[in-house]
């Protein structure tokens, strides 16, 4: 079973950046498909972004042009980058390992207004 970590949330001012990390027990690129999800109090959990192995990334509408995903493979991290955030991406923020069905613990990100 792969181990995810997540790091990097905290509270920021609408219109701040946070970069969140994601270090894998095992070498990603084995692990396939990376993503990050989030969930706010009260509502579904919902995908913010995927990275291949290859590279080819998948977006959730409400943060195309803002957030970035990555990966670094020989650091068995993937990070996710977000910029000009808004209230409404406060959540707690998950990293998910596809092949094996693993998750993080979370870091929660709160963004005032």
């Known amino acids: 079973q792969v181990q995810l970590m997540e790091s990097g949330g905290g509270l920021v001012q609408a219109g701040g950046s946070l970069r969140l990390s994601c270090i894998a027990s095992?070498?990603?690129?084995?692990?396939?498909?990376m993503g990050w999800y989030r969930q706010a109090p009260g509502k579904e959990r919902e995908l913010v972004a995927t990275?291949?192995?290859?590279?080819?990334?998948n977006y959730a509408d409400s943060v195309k042009g803002r957030f970035t995903i990555s990966r670094d493979n020989a650091k068995n991290t993937v990070y996710l980058q977000m910029n000009s955030l808004k209230p409404e991406d406060t959540a707690r923020y998950r990293c998910n390992a596809a092949a094996s069905g693993s998750w993080g613990q979370g870091t929660q990100v709160t963004v005032s207004s």
């Open positions: 095992s070498r990603i690129f084995s692990i396939g498909t």
């Open positions: 990275i291949t192995p290859g590279g080819s990334t």
